[in-house]
């Protein structure tokens, strides 16, 4: 029916965890591996640091969360299909700069 994907990245560095155009980006690349397109997208800068990042795609939803203080960035991709690619996941790794991440999928049952 749908499924949920939920990644923590940390320990990552400055690259990603203040910069809304880096973030964009991973999720412009996001959108291109799951096979969907973004219909709206809205983020919001925390003073004095954080980022929330949402963006509304075809399929659902992804969001990102940052904790710069804490070096480690949440983010879940709800797809209204059942096939949600995983493979990308060590890339990502890569773009956020982090040295470990924690995935885990659910199953929603909608």
């Known amino acids: 029916?749908?499924?949920?994907?939920?990644?923590d990245f940390y320990d990552c560095d400055d690259t990603a965890l203040n910069n809304v155009d880096v973030l964009s980006s991973i999720v412009r690349k996001i959108v291109e591996k799951i096979n969907s397109v973004i219909v709206e997208e809205s983020c919001h800068l925390f003073k004095p640091y954080g980022i929330t990042y949402i963006a509304i795609i075809a399929?659902?939803?992804i969001s990102i969360h940052t904790w710069p203080?804490?070096?480690?960035?949440?983010l879940d991709?709800?797809?209204?299909?059942?096939?949600?690619?995983?493979?990308?996941?060590?890339?990502?790794?890569?773009d956020f700069h982090a040295r470990d991440y924690q995935m885990s999928v659910v199953k929603r049952n909608v």
């Open 69 to 74: 203080e804490k070096k480690t960035i949440a």
């Open 77 to 94: 991709i709800f797809s209204c299909e059942d096939d949600l690619p995983q493979d990308f996941v060590d890339e990502l790794k890569s």
């Open 1 to 7: 029916m749908a499924k949920q994907l939920l990644v």
């Open 59 to 61: 399929k659902s939803h």
